[in-house]
């Protein structure tokens, strides 16, 4: 049986070389399935991919509360602006700012974006279509010649790399 659903984490216990973590999801994502079938996993060994909705985009400030790095836009070309002189300054000065950006915000950004710059192994904004289009993950690693988990791990990597952009985009 194999089953894709969204979870939240609940909680994390560490004890005795081993990790607890306990999922929750709403009774919608597992309609399809009965109680009898959710208890058959119980005790069972199941492969898991474990995988955020949201991606974390930390920002460091200078000493004024600036950010040391921005985004902008211009005709809808992306870039990235670093502050002069910024790797005079000290680490212990600058201050993190985190904050949280959702994938499906991250992803709409890559499909409406005019142009991106992005010297990964993929094409993020053709899987992303590919996705939103409803072919599944393991089809288009297969049309790539690249095995799932490698094409899901560029995928991330492609939304970490677009996250600061995502959130400036959503700042205008």
């Known amino acids: 049986m194999s089953v894709k659903i969204s979870t939240r984490v609940s909680s994390v216990q560490f004890a005795g070389g081993n990790v ?4 929750v999801t709403d009774a919608e994502s597992v309609s399809r ?3 009898a079938d959710l208890s058959e ?3 069972k060994v199941v492969t898991a991919d474990l995988m955020p909705e949201s991606i974390e985009v930390v920002t460091y400030l200078d000493e004024e509360g600036k950010p040391t790095v921005t985004y902008t836009c211009d005709k809808g070309v992306w870039a990235e602006h670093k502050q002069e002189q910024i ?6 000065q600058l201050t993190p700012k985190s904050d949280m950006v959702a994938i499906a915000d991250i992803d709409k950004f890559i499909l409406s974006a005019n142009y991106l710059e992005y010297n990964g192994d993929i094409n993020p904004k053709e899987v992303v279509q590919g996705l939103v289009n409803g072919i599944e993950m393991a089809q288009l690693a297969e049309e790539q010649d690249v095995s799932q988990s490698y094409l899901e791990d560029e995928l991330l990597k492609a939304r970490k790399h677009f996250a600061p952009y995502t959130l400036a985009s959503l700042a205008k």
């Not at 790797?87 to 212990?92: A, M, P």
Request: a negative charge; proline letters at 0%; charged letters at 30%.
């Open 20 to 23: 607890k973590l306990t999922l």
């Open 33 to 35: 399935l009965t109680r």
């Open 41 to 43: 996993l119980q005790g």
């Open 87 to 92: 790797n005079l300054i000290d680490e212990e």
